[in-house]
């Protein structure tokens, strides 16, 4: 059990820069060192954008997807764990088959032990109780700075891929993917910036916010906190597309009575499964890379249909 906690610190709380590459039949890598922050809590983060097949050649404007996590989303070398989602793979994958039309991928690192508190959906965090926000505050070990981080992506990164790449900047375009407190912020992301993304991607999420163990396999606190935030905040779906799954082991094994509360709540306000929200559990299915790497394909053709 110790052992198991350990892990899933490591994987809440866990870089060789990628090389440009010429475009060739998998598309083209460009670096961006340190994408320019405004945000004094937020570190220029190290960003890779990952270009389609035809991007150099063609005149047309693509679809964006963000996707957290940067380290772990296309080169092993670079990864925490030596695996990644291959999300430049999958994408490949779906536009050769003409299930999606061609989008661009921008990966962002995450800063390391900072990656909790900069992953935490902040608007959760001054509601909660002395005892959970303790529990939140010994892994963030600082100060929360989810909103700050959004900010950075909203009013820095994107408008900077905007100007320097032939984007469709409108929300239906614009797509947030992330897994476990990733997850999370992209939630947050999708219900605190419906103008900004229009469709996001909340993979194996960290609904508990805490450790399991802490929290207890089902915490009313928690799901009141949640049950209130998209109660006041969601909104009707407006055309917008929100994806959320979960594996059954490891640290996904606690995951599920969650996302049943967070389902009900999304269709007692209106939003409809399978037309609004996906809600998917994956048999067997653990908290790592390579489980989110097998789903990318159901994530990106949903979506990004």
């Known amino acids: 059990m110790i052992r198991r906690i350990a892990a899933l610190l490591l994987a809440l709380l866990v870089a060789a820069p990628a090389a440009t590459q010429p475009m060739q039949d998998g598309g083209r890598f460009v670096e961006i060192a340190a994408a320019p922050s405004t945000q004094p809590e937020i570190a220029a983060p190290h960003v890779v954008v990952w270009l389609p097949p035809g991007y150099d050649a063609s005149r047309r404007r693509y679809g964006v997807v963000y996707m957290h996590d940067g380290q772990n989303l296309f080169f092993p070398a670079r990864s ?35 990656r909790y508190r900069q992953y935490f959906p902040q608007f959760l965090y001054g509601p909660a109780s002395p005892t959970l926000r303790a529990g939140f505050d010994r892994l963030a070990k600082g100060p929360i700075t989810g909103d700050a981080y959004l900010r950075f992506i909203v009013t820095d990164l994107k408008p900077m891929i905007d100007r320097d790449y032939r984007t ?71 055309g917008r597309r929100l994806w959320m799954d979960h594996g059954t082991a490891t640290l996904d094994a606690a995951y599920e009575p969650y996302q049943r509360a967070i389902d009900a709540d ?18 067997g ?21």
């Open 168 to 238: 469709r900047p409108d929300p239906a375009h614009t797509t947030i993917i992330g897994s476990s407190m990733g997850g999370l912020i992209s939630c947050y992301a999708f219900v605190q910036y419906p103008r900004v993304f229009g469709r996001a991607a909340c993979v194996s999420t960290h609904w508990p916010l805490a450790d399991p163990s802490d929290v207890g396999p089902f915490n009313a606190e928690v799901t009141a906190l949640w049950h209130d935030y998209l109660a006041h905040k969601l909104g009707k779906p407006d």
């Open 80 to 114: 925490n764990f030596n695996k990644v989602w291959a999300a430049d793979k999958a994408a490949l994958r779906l536009i050769r088959a003409g299930k999606v039309a061609p989008f661009i991928i921008v990966g962002i690192d995450q800063p390391g032990t900072a």
């Open 266 to 283: 999304l269709t007692a306000l209106g939003w409809r499964e399978g037309r609004d929200f996906a809600s998917h559990s994956y048999a």
């Open 285 to 305: 299915a653990a908290h790592e890379e390579n489980a989110w790497a097998a789903r990318l394909d159901d994530i990106f053709g949903w979506l990004l249909r």
